[in-house]
């Protein structure tokens, strides 16, 4: 039962377009959104998050958009450039009754490619 | 500041053998977490430790064990390993609270054969 879902195996856009990730769930607990890049032998870096109280967040040339009631979010990168070309998780989480929450649940990834 | 250290990097096993994972996380950090990737799955997390203690686990089977040090070091073991446990594993480490960010290390990529 896949609680965060990527679609989208992969992408492809062009260098200085619009690239956007999209990304779904079906845990109404979740409350907390990140955006995660991975580059191949490295492990994922932290792009970008989202608190379930805002409906976007921008960082740069990053952009992260929640729709709660569709329980979706996506990741926008404008301009995209060629060293974006990477794999993107989206992850979430929810507050535990135990405490901090530590647990993040991964979507499945999706590669993009920025062609030059 | 020294990131998140992992080793070894690579492993070859064979099934039936066990191993044993290591992650060294950064400075302060006192939150360790382990996730396992594999092609297809993205992560799955396995367990959290904070203070020598597991406070989250996943739904993985009882041969994934593992343990933190007083000095927030932490090892992942792997007994009886079969075909499917071959994946990157890796390591993340953060700062204690609800919203803190994971920091990764490069992961071990474990095969075996």
């Known amino acids: 039962d896949q609680q965060v879902k990527q679609n989208s195996p992969s992408l492809s856009v062009q260098e200085g377009r619009i690239s956007i990730l999209n990304c779904d769930y079906t845990?109404?607990?979740?409350?907390?959104f990140l955006w995660y890049k991975k580059y191949p032998a490295e492990g994922p870096t932290f792009l970008i998050s989202?608190?379930?109280?805002?409906d976007k967040n921008e960082d740069g040339r990053f952009t992260v958009f929640l729709n709660k009631s569709a329980k979706h979010l996506s990741l926008h990168i404008v301009p995209s450039q060629p060293g974006d070309s990477a794999v993107y998780f989206c992850?979430?989480?929810?507050?535990?009754?135990?405490?901090?929450?530590?647990?993040?649940?991964f979507g499945s990834g999706t590669q993009l490619t920025v062609l030059p | 500041k020294a990131g998140v250290t992992q080793t070894p990097r690579y492993l070859i096993k064979t099934r039936g053998q066990q191993v044993t994972l290591s992650c060294s996380p950064i400075?302060?950090?006192?939150?360790v977490s382990w996730y396992q990737q594999t092609p297809g799955q993205g992560l799955q997390f396995l367990f959290e430790?904070?203070?020598?203690?597991?406070?989250n686990k996943g739904n993985f089977p009882g041969r994934f064990s593992g343990r933190q040090f007083s000095n927030s070091r932490s090892e992942m073991n792997v007994s009886t390993l079969e075909l499917g446990d071959s994946a990157l594993y890796l390591c993340?480490?953060?700062?204690?609270?609800?919203?803190?960010?994971?920091?990764f290390g490069s992961g071990t990529q474990l095969s075996v054969l």
């Open positions: 993340a480490s953060s700062l204690d609270g609800p919203n803190e960010k994971l920091f």
């Open positions: 845990n109404s607990m979740f409350d907390y």
């Open positions: 989202i608190s379930s109280i805002k």
């Open positions: 992850a979430a989480s929810a507050i535990r009754s135990s405490g901090s929450a530590r647990q993040l649940t």
């Open positions: 400075s302060g950090h006192r939150s």
């Open positions: 430790y904070f203070s020598e203690t597991q406070r």
